[in-house]
């Protein structure tokens, strides 16, 4: 723990060297790490603890965030600390820069701890190697990515490690918290969460001496979720609702504990007879789901058929892998692809050995990780980190033996070589040197005006302006509202659809609709950015409507101009 703690250390402060450029700019890239600021920010200005409505997002009623104040905690602590040595502006952004590497010393530790259980207790430096070489995954943990995803990829790598810990109570107990707290944060990680269960019910079923570890996992998964749901449940989330941690989804966490101890407690002689209570104790929480919460039974976020055909389908992260482009698919699955061939080897190697149940654990983590990408991209992240252990015990194996040849060749072009294929960065390399999939000028014309329209120094100039309310597009919203004093309409959150669907319809529409629309909702400026990704779905959608006629110069009356810095990529107008 003391040198992986070092190792960390030393990984964090190059990432903040190397990105202090994004710090010194608060680069919140993403909609969701905006969000989250504006999120701390109302907490640290008096919000309540349990109110997570953002109010400067379709004022004045706002709209509710079925997130929780967990991942809040440390990125204020950060400011509260910064705050005695500096200004507030400086506080956030710094803040901004550590508190995403926070969690990735957990995800270390518990990598380093499957590898020293399973591999070897040597081979735990090479697990941290090859984790800063996983792409998708420390994207969630570099500065800046505020949101919540790298702390749920840190529980996910303790559940995996307490899955082949051969202390069984430690191991169900690990898991267990690790569950609980990742469905406190978010529904996300539900299907690994739920994957660990799985892993932990047949452990049982297949050796009854499993008993302990069943039951401190049942206990603590239960009683964890009910004391998340009492400590971060916000008062949005009370309701029966199937997004967050709700009364639907704590009573199905609870209710699977209290069954699985029953069962780790009744704890039958015979194989079999447990392998059908398992499969009973499963039918009776999916039946009881079905019967109290049919509501559920759709897609979690329960958004109209209009939204989800026209924005939650269309979301890139939440497309499988084959429908994206190749050259950003490839670099995603290469390496899942090899730790999970490297867990399957493992696990057959280990197959008379004490390893054997752990190993099992993992190639059966690793694989549905992988598969999970051809639901959901999103995937990729978890199943690169799930992915370690597997390709730690393939380097482990391969490149001493490589080293050691008598052909030295072999020792270093070898050595190179098949290391460049262990970590999956071979796939990285490829994409970037030669010419595979390459972008059409399209689309980094497309791809560079949304940076542009997203820097802070960009939309802090509309600051120029007094605070008001600006009809904007989705994606801009939440980055308006983080760097200037201006409130707005939308963000790319479920349960803003209706001012989601207002926006589309106002720039999909005719002119009168969107002047409608824009006064309806308080709007008193209006903002564009040309060839930001977002618009030029409003042009393909909808010809002739009211954005394609404001992007062929066709104003209408109501718009005033307003004066923007020379060379600025956003548009202001009036709305009269």
């Known amino acids: 723990m003391r040198w992986t703690l070092v190792a960390w250390a030393a990984i964090a402060a190059y990432h903040v060297y190397d990105s202090w450029n994004l710090i010194r700019w608060l680069s919140l890239g993403d909609t969701d790490d905006n969000m989250r600021m504006m999120q701390v920010r109302a907490w640290l200005a008096g919000q309540g603890w349990f109110d997570l409505r953002q109010y400067r997002m379709n004022p004045p009623q706002g709209f509710d965030i079925h997130w929780s104040r967990i991942v809040d905690l440390p990125i204020a602590g950060l400011i509260l600390f910064f705050r005695l040595f500096t200004s507030n502006v400086w506080a956030e952004r710094l803040a901004a820069g550590i508190a995403p590497l926070i969690p990735l010393s957990i995800a270390m530790l518990g990598l380093g701890a499957t590898v020293r259980r399973l591999v070897d207790p040597l081979a735990w430096p090479l697990s941290i190697v090859l984790l800063a070489c996983t792409a998708a995954t420390m994207l969630m943990f570099l500065p800046e990515r505020i949101d919540h995803h790298g702390w749920q990829l840190a529980m996910l790598s303790l559940s995996v490690a307490g899955l082949c810990d051969p202390r069984q109570v430690r191991g169900g107990v690990m898991v267990g918290i690790a569950s609980s707290i990742s469905l406190a944060i978010g529904l996300e990680m539900l299907p690994y969460c739920a994957m660990a269960g799985a892993i932990i019910a047949l452990r049982w079923v297949w050796d009854r001496g499993e008993a302990r570890r069943l039951a401190?996992?049942?206990?603590?998964?239960?009683?964890?979720?009910?004391?998340?749901?009492?400590?971060?449940?916000?008062?949005?989330?009370?309701?029966?609702?199937?997004?967050?941690?709700?009364?639907?989804?704590?009573?199905?966490?609870?209710?699977?504990?209290?069954?699985?101890?029953?069962?780790?407690?009744?704890?039958?002689?015979?194989?079999?007879?447990?392998?059908?209570?398992?499969?009973?104790?499963?039918?009776?929480?999916?039946?009881?789901?079905?019967?109290?919460?049919?509501?559920?039974?759709?897609?979690?976020?329960?958004?109209?058929?209009?939204?989800?055909?026209?924005?939650?389908?269309?979301?890139?992260?939440?497309?499988?892998?084959?429908?994206?482009?190749?050259?950003?698919?490839?670099?995603?699955?290469?390496?899942?692809?090899?730790?999970?061939?490297?867990?399957?080897?493992?696990?057959?190697?280990?197959?008379?050995?004490?390893?054997?149940?752990?190993?099992?654990?993992?190639?059966?983590?690793?694989?549905?990780?992988?598969?999970?990408?051809?639901?959901?991209?999103?995937?990729?992240?978890?199943?690169?980190?799930?992915?370690?252990?597997?390709?730690?015990?393939?380097?482990?194996?391969?490149?001493?033996?490589?080293?050691?040849?008598?052909?030295?060749?072999?020792?270093?072009?070898?050595?190179?070589?098949?290391?460049?294929?262990?970590?999956?960065?071979?796939?990285?390399?490829?994409?970037?040197?030669?010419?595979?999939?390459?972008?059409s000028a399209y689309t980094k014309r497309v791809n560079f005006s949304t940076g542009q329209c997203l820097r802070t120094t960009v939309l802090a100039a509309t600051n120029r302006y007094p605070a008001q309310t600006v009809f904007t597009f989705v994606d801009l919203g939440p980055r308006l509202i983080t760097v200037s004093h201006h409130s707005a309409i939308a963000g790319p959150y479920h349960r803003n659809g209706d001012a989601i669907l207002d926006v589309q319809h106002a720039f999909g529409g005719s002119a009168a609709q969107a002047h409608a629309i824009m006064k309806r909702h308080g709007a008193t400026m209006l903002m564009v950015c040309p060839n930001m990704a977002e618009s030029t779905v409003y042009r393909a959608r909808n010809p002739g409507g009211f954005y394609d006629q404001l992007a062929h110069n066709q104003v209408p009356a109501w718009l005033t101009p307003l004066a923007m810095p020379k060379g600025s990529p956003l548009r202001l107008y009036r709305i009269d």
């Not at 998340?228 to 309701?239: I, K, L, R």
Request: charged content about 10%.
């Open 216 to 439: 401190a996992y049942a206990a603590s998964l239960g009683g964890g979720c009910a004391l998340g749901y009492a400590a971060f449940a916000s008062y949005a989330n009370a309701a029966m609702r199937c997004d967050a941690l709700t009364p639907v989804w704590l009573s199905v966490m609870v209710a699977a504990g209290a069954l699985l101890t029953v069962l780790a407690f009744v704890s039958p002689a015979n194989r079999w007879v447990r392998l059908v209570l398992a499969a009973v104790a499963g039918g009776v929480i999916v039946a009881g789901f079905v019967h109290f919460f049919p509501q559920c039974l759709g897609r979690p976020e329960g958004v109209s058929p209009e939204l989800e055909k026209n924005w939650l389908n269309n979301v890139r992260e939440a497309k499988p892998i084959y429908q994206h482009p190749f050259r950003m698919g490839f670099p995603i699955a290469a390496f899942p692809m090899v730790g999970a061939i490297g867990a399957l080897v493992a696990a057959w190697r280990a197959r008379r050995s004490e390893h054997a149940v752990g190993w099992a654990a993992v190639a059966l983590f690793v694989t549905f990780a992988s598969l999970m990408l051809l639901w959901q991209v999103r995937a990729g992240p978890a199943a690169q980190m799930l992915a370690v252990p597997g390709a730690t015990a393939l380097a482990w194996w391969l490149l001493p033996r490589l080293l050691n040849s008598g052909n030295m060749l072999v020792r270093v072009v070898g050595t190179v070589a098949a290391f460049l294929v262990v970590s999956g960065l071979f796939a990285g390399l490829a994409i970037k040197w030669l010419p595979i999939d390459r972008p």
